[in-house]
């Protein structure tokens, strides 16, 4: 038998992390990912052949950003996925707050900017590709899909909009909106992430504390839909309502694990971006003391002269 029309076998066998990691080898995200890859990759090795480096912590970091998307999606656990809602909220979990996060720490755009070829003026070309993403980061359409009013909206509507409306049943209709909807969300991650990470330049750049308030301000409502399916008393989407009986499992039990994973992978992507909130902050305060160290060696600390010597006018004269 079919699921909702996939072509999907209904009659999978127990749920095992070995059988779920079995790959597959999705088409869509397979060439995504292998595509991606190359294209940094292209990067990488051009700034390398002029001279320039690239840290290897970047790279690693947007592999294995790739890496998750393609063992989420590119495995048998994108066929278990199609059955189960625990396996189903992994993929979910996993594509929109880890991957995209490990795809940020590896700077793509500011990759981009360093090797992308710039207009050849002798040519008489006013805009190459480096222009086009130049112009690109600082269009209206990118200053509004980054904004924090429309990126932590987006954010919390992508699980309650979908999840308890008909929405989610329709998209699981078909392969097409299966794919549509984990592209959605990736995508979704990535613009929630990126001001927030503030590894690549963008058109907002708050400062650290307000970008873990923006962090914070999403990440409860993952807990709070997690709750809410641990508490159900009853199947509450309909794509589950009915697992196949090879796989062992009750559709409440099964709802009831999709909520635990849902609220406990909210924590994952808190820590790790706080860890890189943290060390970038102290790489930068490092980076500006050294500025001003630099900067009283040149004038002979005019700065701190001037200020003694205006605490100095402040002493009653005897």
């Known amino acids: 038998m079919d699921h909702g029309g996939h072509g999907m076998t209904m009659d999978l066998?127990?749920?095992?992390?070995?059988?779920?990691?079995?790959?597959?080898?999705?088409?869509?995200?397979?060439?995504?990912?292998?595509?991606?890859?190359?294209?940094?990759?292209?990067?990488v090795v051009r700034l390398r052949r002029r001279g320039d480096t690239w840290p290897v912590g970047r790279t690693v970091g947007f592999a294995l950003g790739v890496a998750t998307v393609a063992l989420v999606m590119c495995t048998a656990l994108n066929e278990y996925g199609m059955v189960l809602f625990s396996v189903h909220m992994v993929q979910h979990m996993v594509i929109s707050m880890l991957s995209p996060i490990l795809l940020l720490l590896g700077a793509p755009v500011t990759l981009?900017?360093?090797?992308?070829?710039?207009?050849?003026?002798?040519?008489?070309?006013?805009?190459?590709p480096r222009e086009l993403l130049v112009a690109l980061l600082h269009s209206r359409y990118v200053r509004l899909i980054s904004h924090p009013a429309f990126t932590i909206p987006l954010f919390i509507a992508?699980?309650?909009?979908?999840?308890?409306?008909?929405?989610?049943?329709?998209?699981?209709?078909?392969?097409?909106?299966?794919?549509?909807?984990?592209?959605?969300?990736?995508?979704?991650?990535?613009?929630?992430?990126?001001?927030?990470?503030g590894?690549?330049?963008?058109?907002?750049?708050?400062?650290?504390?307000?970008?873990?308030?923006?962090?914070?301000?999403?990440?409860?409502?993952?807990?709070f839909f997690g709750i809410a399916l641990m508490m159900a008393s009853?199947?509450?989407?309909?794509?589950?309502?009915?697992?196949?009986?090879?796989?062992?499992?009750?559709?409440?039990?099964?709802?009831?694990?999709?909520g635990g994973i849902a609220w406990a992978f909210s924590e994952i992507p808190s820590v790790l971006v706080l860890i890189a909130l943290v060390f970038q902050w102290y790489v930068t305060e490092q980076r500006q003391a050294r500025r001003r160290d630099r900067k009283a060696d040149r004038d002979g600390d005019k700065e701190l002269a001037a200020y003694n010597a205006y605490l100095a006018s402040l002493q009653p004269k005897e």
């Open 199 to 223: 590894v690549d330049p963008g058109p907002h750049r708050p400062g650290y504390v307000m970008r873990m308030l923006e962090l914070f301000a999403g990440m409860p409502f993952h807990a």
């Open 13 to 43: 066998p127990p749920f095992t992390v070995a059988r779920g990691l079995e790959f597959t080898g999705e088409p869509f995200f397979l060439v995504g990912c292998l595509l991606t890859l190359a294209l940094y990759g292209w990067g």
């Open 234 to 258: 009853e199947p509450m989407v309909e794509t589950y309502a009915d697992p196949p009986s090879s796989l062992g499992v009750s559709a409440l039990s099964d709802q009831t694990a999709a």
């Open 112 to 128: 981009a900017l360093r090797a992308l070829p710039s207009a050849a003026r002798s040519q008489g070309m006013r805009r190459g």
């Open 158 to 197: 992508s699980l309650y909009a979908l999840y308890f409306t008909p929405l989610f049943d329709f998209l699981m209709g078909s392969k097409t909106g299966h794919i549509a909807m984990m592209v959605h969300f990736l995508a979704v991650g990535l613009v929630f992430f990126w001001p927030i990470m």
